[in-house]
């Protein structure tokens, strides 16, 4: 029996953000990855995904796990791992796997990404990520390094940047006005999400994270609007459909 088991340099981090970019991960990539991980040990053999998923062989993973990996490789600029005659093995970049006594070879999801897709798929508690947003985790100068420190935001999250947000905008929200604790009294206090500016596929280099400027408190219907399109509206877009809806 032989694994593979060739270490990337790919985060749980990461590989949260790229399950969450339909430019990197099709929705045909998500059904193949939810069968692997809701089976034992998130590990199965490509014949029986293909079985699940009425495909009449399992050729055609053979033709898009590569697809996948390709984009995921494109995306972030990461070594590929390779045969010992130089050529990548494109099946190795989510999975890990090994050749069985049998003949056939099983996928095994990495442990990174397994811990990706629990927490973007997996959660007791369900929350909503909006893809091109990010979030900064506790670091002393509020620091993100280009793609590969990039994370997923949920909006419930906590971290420094988002205090910092409401600290200088307050709880209002910046497209609408509402105000969670006005209306519901004090179990509504704090209840608000945080927007980032930018875009995380505008990100290619190291990055430097500024509350003020980058972050803006917005109520979840707005933020529900600003990402009903893969390239998200501006605050100010929003505003302007706000006062063209109501006549004013």
């Not at 593979?4 to 991960?25: G, H, M, Q, R």
């Not at 990461?78 to 190795?92: D, F, I, M, Y």
């Not at 909503?128 to 506790?138: A, K, N």
Request: a negative charge.
């Amino acid at each position: 029996m032989k694994y593979y088991d060739e270490p990337i340099e790919i985060s749980a981090d990461v590989w949260a953000e790229l399950l969450t970019d339909s430019n990197v991960t099709q929705k045909k990539d998500l059904e193949v990855l939810k069968l692997i991980y809701e089976n034992r040990d998130h590990e199965m053999h490509a014949s029986d995904i293909a079985k699940k998923l009425n495909l009449s062989h399992h050729a055609t993973l053979n033709l898009q796990i590569p697809q996948f990996s390709k984009r995921v490789i494109a995306r972030t600029g990461v070594r590929p791992p390779t045969r010992e005659n130089g050529s990548t093995r494109w099946w190795h970049v989510p999975f890990l796997g090994c050749d069985k006594d049998d003949g056939t070879c099983s996928w095994t999801m990495r442990p990174e990404l397994v811990e990706a897709y629990k927490r973007v798929f997996d959660q007791d508690e369900p929350e909503i990520v909006y893809p091109g947003e990010m979030t900064v985790q506790d670091s002393a100068d509020l620091f993100e390094g280009a793609v590969r420190k990039i994370v997923v935001s949920r909006y419930e999250r906590e971290g420094r940047a988002r205090t910092e947000c409401i600290e200088h905008y307050g709880c209002r929200c910046a497209v609408c006005g509402f105000d969670f604790e006005k209306v519901y009294g004090p179990i509504g206090r704090d209840k608000i999400h945080v927007h980032h500016l930018i875009p995380l596929s505008e990100i290619r280099r190291e990055y430097r994270i500024d509350p003020v400027r980058d972050l803006r408190p917005v109520c979840p219907n707005c933020h529900l609007i600003i990402h009903s399109k893969s390239d998200p509206f501006t605050i100010d877009d929003v505003k302007e459909q706000i006062r063209s809806n109501s006549g004013q």
